[in-house]
């Protein structure tokens, strides 16, 4: 397949030797965190959680639309306050109410 | 809220089908769909697009123009670490044909998932599904369903509710909601299911499902759209879970000419066991115009379709 160069262009090796190798300028995206930019700075409210009252249910690892609740080997949550929008569903849908959102 | 819908219910009504149901434990730790994208916060289609890269363990997915195009995130990064073509708008259905077809001459891993939004799907990408459906092509089209035009303002589609306020339709909508469901259950799909990414567990064993028949898979998947549904962003699936539990969004699924209603939409088969309308309806700004009268013709609506689901039963 195609490597990429410094300047993000693809080289396409040749096929043959007949043929050569195709420098492509492809609108290609490569996969990385932050594709909408630092998502943190959207957030008016962050979730806060009390880890005493956790029942490790991990109901709010999955329904995090963002994947900024990282589930540990234990099912106890963290959150990744890098990237959290802060839209709330993990503090609406916790069973227990171990998640508040508190204003920045 | 403890009820099935958590992935509790331990037996199914089918003999047939394995006993246990999948748990929320059962979920893929993996993430293949990345944080910081460009999604509004609490966005449905952000968390589908997650769940289904969870599911399916090498997605190659096929995009129309749609909110999904949009959620990547910028060049040159993108929030998704699985190989994605975004494609013209009506072209879903036969750009995964080709995609599915290559995958084969190839003979590479792969599973195609088209992923389009109610717009594809309903309006715009209706015949290239169609014919991919009647070829029988090898892919999953998942359609979700945010119910409008949510990337270009929220505009109506032909699969927005009836009485549902939209740009386009600032008084409510007056026709009612187009099924594509149920025209893709008279193309004789091998599978067919409907979903919400209110219900994970129950979303990704459909999906599976879907990955280990052959021939074209099509679900529809209730998406809620904050912006769009004038909710709450911390809502979004709170009206996933009401929308199942009115009756409004039946989950089920069509295998072989029949339609089996899914564990977590079954108690709902009893209309004294729905909630109220009025409970969905009022916790959207989308149906603030809607009436009792109104009320009432969406009632009847909804009466109606667990009647033509019931005679495939």
Not at chain 1, 30 to 50: A, C, E, H, Y
Not at chain 1, 68 to 94: P, Q
Not at chain 2, 302 to 308: L, S
Request: a neutral charge; aromatic letters at 8%; proline letters at 6%.
């Amino acid at each position: 397949m195609a490597d990429k160069d410094e300047s993000s262009n693809y080289i396409v090796p040749a096929a043959d030797s007949k043929s050569k190798a195709l420098l492509l300028r492809y609108p290609i995206s490569l996969p990385d965190f932050g594709s909408g930019g630092k998502t943190n700075q959207w957030r008016l409210q962050m979730p806060v959680i009390d880890q005493d009252k956790c029942i490790k249910c991990i109901i709010c690892w999955a329904d995090c639309p963002e994947a900024t609740i990282h589930r540990k080997s234990d099912d106890s949550v963290e959150i990744n306050y890098d990237y959290c929008k802060g839209c709330g569903i993990c503090a609406n849908e916790c069973p227990t109410k171990a998640i508040r959102m508190v204003d920045e | 809220m403890e009820s099935p819908e958590r992935g509790q219910l331990g037996t199914s009504g089918s003999a047939s089908q394995a006993d246990e149901h999948m748990i929320i434990k059962d979920i893929p730790k993996e993430e293949k769909w990345l944080p910081g994208n460009a999604a509004c916060p609490g966005c449905g289609l952000s968390l589908g697009l997650r769940l289904m890269a969870k599911a399916i363990e090498h997605p190659v997915v096929v995009m129309p123009a749609s909110c999904g195009s949009v959620v990547q995130g910028g060049w040159p990064k993108s929030s998704a670490s699985f190989p994605l073509l975004n494609i013209a708008m009506a072209a879903a259905g036969s750009a995964a044909s080709g995609v599915s077809e290559a995958l084969e001459a190839l003979g590479k891993k792969g599973t195609v998932v088209a992923w389009a939004g109610d717009g594809g799907t309903a309006d715009i990408g209706l015949q290239a599904l169609s014919g991919a459906a009647e070829r029988g092509e090898n892919i999953i089209f998942v359609m979700y369903d945010n119910e409008a035009y949510m990337n270009t303002g929220i505009q109506r589609s032909s699969s927005t509710p009836h009485g549902a306020w939209t740009t386009t339709t600032p008084e409510g909508k007056r026709e009612f909601k187009k099924e594509v469901a149920h025209i893709m259950m008279a193309h004789n799909l091998e599978y067919m299911a409907t979903a919400s990414v209110a219900f994970p567990t129950d979303f990704i064993e459909k999906l599976r499902k879907a990955e280990a028949h052959k021939g074209t898979k099509f679900i529809q998947l209730f998406s809620p759209c904050p912006p769009g549904w004038r909710i709450d962003y911390s809502k979004s699936i709170e009206v996933g879970k009401l929308a199942v539990q009115a009756g409004v969004w039946i989950l089920y699924e069509y295998e072989n000419g029949k339609v089996s209603i899914s564990p977590i939409s079954r108690p709902y088969l009893d209309a004294k066991k729905r909630r109220p309308l009025k409970d969905y309806l009022s916790l959207q700004g989308r149906f603030a115009n809607v009436d009792e009268r109104e009320a009432t013709e969406i009632e009847k609506s909804v009466v109606e379709k667990w009647r033509f689901l019931s005679r495939f039963m």
